[in-house]
Nanobody
Framework: QVQLVESGGGLVQAGGSLRLSCAAS????????MGWFRQALGKEREFVAA????????YYADSVKGRFTISRDNAKNTVYLQMNSLKPEDTAVYYC????????????????WGQGTQVTVSS
């Protein structure tokens, strides 16, 4: 099992930026597709972005495309989510997740999860 720890959340005004980090430890990070999900109060967890092991492929939800960028540094076992032009509707707990090899936008397909980090965007 891979242990995942998110950081970088906080309170920001609309139009601002935040960078989330997800540090992995435990069993090998190798071959893992990494994803970011979010869950707003009273809503279901939703896909935000994902990145392949080689970082050659990235995937985004339509709601964040052009504003968020996912990246990874395999030497540091860390995945990032750069969030720009933040909107109040981006307010949620953001979770880092991993699964072996294959990309998916479904939360149930991910085997490893972090504890989440709160992002709050004020209007």
């Amino acid at each position: 099992q891979v242990q995942l720890v998110e950081s970088g959340g906080g309170l920001v005004q609309a139009g601002g930026s935040l960078r989330l980090s997800c540090a992995a430890s435990g069993r090998t990070f190798s071959g893992y597709v990494m994803g970011w999900f979010r869950q707003a109060l009273g809503k279901e967890r939703e896909f935000v972005a994902a990145i392949s092991w080689s970082a050659g492929s990235t995937y985004y939800a339509d709601s964040v495309k052009g504003r968020f960028t996912i990246s990874r540094d395999n030497a540091k076992n860390t995945v990032y989510l750069q969030m720009n032009s933040l909107k109040p509707e981006d307010t949620a707990v953001y979770y880092c997740a991993g699964r072996p090899y294959y990309y998916s936008e479904s939360a149930v397909d991910y085997t490893d999860w972090g504890q989440g980090t709160q992002v709050t965007v004020s209007s």
